[in-house]
C-alpha cells in the first residue's frame, strides 16, 4: 500500500462495497462527519469500529491498525500472502484464473493478498485449501512455519552474541531495551 493511510484504505474499500459514507456511518453507528473525518486521516475509529470494519472488507484488521498513518503488512498477512503466491504457482494459475476460481472479481484481489496487504474470508481460505488439496490447517500453518523460521535465526544470532567474547558497544542498551518490551508486554 506504500504511502496510502488506513483513511484512503477505507474509502477505497467502502467504495468497492458500494457503500455511501450515510450507509457505513449506519453500519458502524457514527455519523456521517465521523467516517468522512478517518477517511480525511484527521481521526481514526475505536478499535471495536475497526475491527467491524475488517469483516465487513473482508480484510485482516491489522491493515487498520495505527493511528490513522502509512499502512506497513503485518509479518503474517506477508507470510500468508507469500504461501498463497507459492501454491498459486504450483498450481500453474496466473492471479487472473486463481481470481476467478475463488470468486474475486479481478486479480487486483490476488495481487494484494500475495503481498499481505489484503485478507482473505474464510470461505475463501477453504476454498483455497481445496483447490491446492491440502487441509486449510496445513495452509495457514505453512504461512506460520515461514515467520518462526526467521525469528529462530533471530534468537540464534541473539544466542551467539550473548555467548561471545566480546560484546557489540551496543549489547548493554538491546539488553534494557528488551527487559522493557517485556515488562510492557507482560504489564497488558
Known amino acids: ?25 449506519d453500519y458502524l453507528n457514527c455519523s ?3 467516517v468522512i473525518n478517518v477517511e480525511k486521516s484527521v481521526a481514526n475509529f475505536s478499535k471495536g469500529k475497526r475491527n467491524s470494519l475488517a469483516e465487513l472488507f473482508e480484510i485482516d484488521a491489522g491493515l487498520l491498525e495505527g493511528d490513522n498513518i502509512n499502512v506497513v503488512p503485518s509479518k503474517q498477512a506477508v507470510s500468508f500472502g507469500k504461501t498463497i503466491k507459492n501454491h498459486r504457482k504450483l498450481l500453474r494459475l496466473t492471479q487472473t484464473e486463481l481470481a476467478e476460481e475463488l470468486g474475486y472479481s479481478n486479480s487486483g484481489a490476488i495481487s494484494l493478498i500475495e503481498q499481505g496487504k489484503k485478507g482473505m474470508s474464510k470461505k475463501k481460505i ?29 534468537v540464534n544470532k541473539f544466542i551467539f552474541l550473548a555467548k561471545s567474547k566480546r560484546k557489540p558497544p551496543i549489547w548493554d542498551s538491546l539488553l534494557s531495551l528488551i527487559d522493557t518490551a517485556v515488562k510492557e508486554i507482560t504489564t497488558e
Open 126 to 154: 477453504v476454498k483455497m485449501a481445496e483447490l491446492c488439496d491440502v487441509h486449510v490447517a496445513e495452509l495457514l500453518q505453512q504461512a506460520t512455519d515461514s515467520i518462526l523460521e526467521k525469528e529462530t535465526e533471530y
Open 32 to 34: 456521517v462527519s465521523q
Open 1 to 25: 500500500m506504500g504511502s496510502s493511510t488506513i483513511g484512503s484504505l477505507i474509502r477505497r474499500e467502502r467504495r468497492r462495497k458500494k457503500l455511501s459514507c450515510k450507509e457505513l456511518a
